[in-house]
């Protein structure tokens, strides 16, 4: 079974950075497609970025030229650098295989705080 491993959250103020970390115990990582996912309170959890086995890279509106996904195959690891966050930016952040691929059992995830 595989193991997601999220890391790298906390308290930050806003305008503030975080880099998240995600280790997948899986063999094949370097071929299958990774994403974050985040759940702020009292919403559902929702897509924040993907990236694809060649590092092509996808952002939702609300991050785009703020977060940056990528990958490193040699420690199957996924990154997510968080620049200039907002209070909105608050949320459980997770790692998973992006849909419609049948996905990972999730994580614990790491919690992300944007406040003063």
């Known amino acids: 079974q595989v193991q997601l491993v999220e890391s790298g959250g906390g308290l930050v103020q806003p305008g503030g950075s975080l880099t998240l970390s995600c280790a997948a115990s899986?063999?094949?990582?370097?071929?299958?497609?990774m994403a974050w996912y985040r759940r702020a309170p009292g919403k559902e959890r929702e897509l924040v970025a993907t990236?694809?086995?060649?590092?092509?890279?996808n952002y939702a509106d609300s991050v785009k030229g703020r977060f940056t996904i990528s990958r490193d195959n040699a420690k199957n690891t996924v990154y997510l650098q968080m620049n200039s966050l907002k209070a909105d930016d608050t949320a459980i952040y997770y790692c998973?295989?992006?849909?419609?691929?049948?996905?990972?059992?999730w994580g614990q995830g790491t919690q992300v705080t944007v406040s003063s």
């Open positions: 998973n295989r992006p849909q419609p691929v049948v996905q990972w059992a």
């Open positions: 899986v063999r094949t990582f370097s071929i299958v497609a």
């Open positions: 990236i694809a086995p060649n590092s092509a890279t």
